[in-house]
């Protein structure tokens, strides 16, 4: 079992930074990939960026690439997001999730087994 909690959202002028933790329980979290996702008000929820157990490999969608950063620190059982240069289309709760290693399908919420309460990220223009 994996308890997630995630921290850092908020409220940023369009082009401010943001950076987002989740905190992970038990003693596995290097056995799980990580990932974040969002869900924005009427709109299904979709995948963000992941990382994989030893950080050495990262995915990212294709409208965060360049200014999102995903990393972990196994030792701190904790993963990050931070978020550069946001948008208002940025606007959403933010997810991070775990799972354990299900094949190529990082971006999909079935390779994901525990998820996180969600925090709010607001961006105004």
């Known amino acids: 079992q994996v308890q997630l909690v995630e921290s850092g959202g908020g409220l940023v002028q369009a082009g401010g930074s943001l950076r987002l933790s989740c905190a992970a329980s038990?003693?596995?979290?290097?056995?799980?990939?990580m990932g974040w996702f969002r869900q924005a008000p009427g709109k299904e929820r979709e995948f963000v960026a992941a990382?994989?157990?030893?950080?050495?490999?990262?995915y990212y969608r294709n409208s965060v690439k360049g200014r999102f950063t995903i990393s972990r620190d196994n030792a701190k059982n904790t993963a990050y997001l931070q978020m550069n240069t946001l948008k208002p289309e940025d606007t959403a709760v933010y997810y991070c999730?775990?799972?354990?290693?299900?094949?190529?399908?990082?971006?999909?919420?079935?390779?994901?087994?525990?998820w996180g309460q969600g925090t709010q990220v607001t961006v105004s223009s």
């Open positions: 990382i994989s157990w030893s950080g050495s490999s990262t």
């Open positions: 999730a775990a799972g354990l290693y299900k094949g190529n399908v990082y971006n999909e919420p079935r390779a994901y087994d525990y």
């Open positions: 038990g003693r596995t979290f290097t056995r799980y990939m």
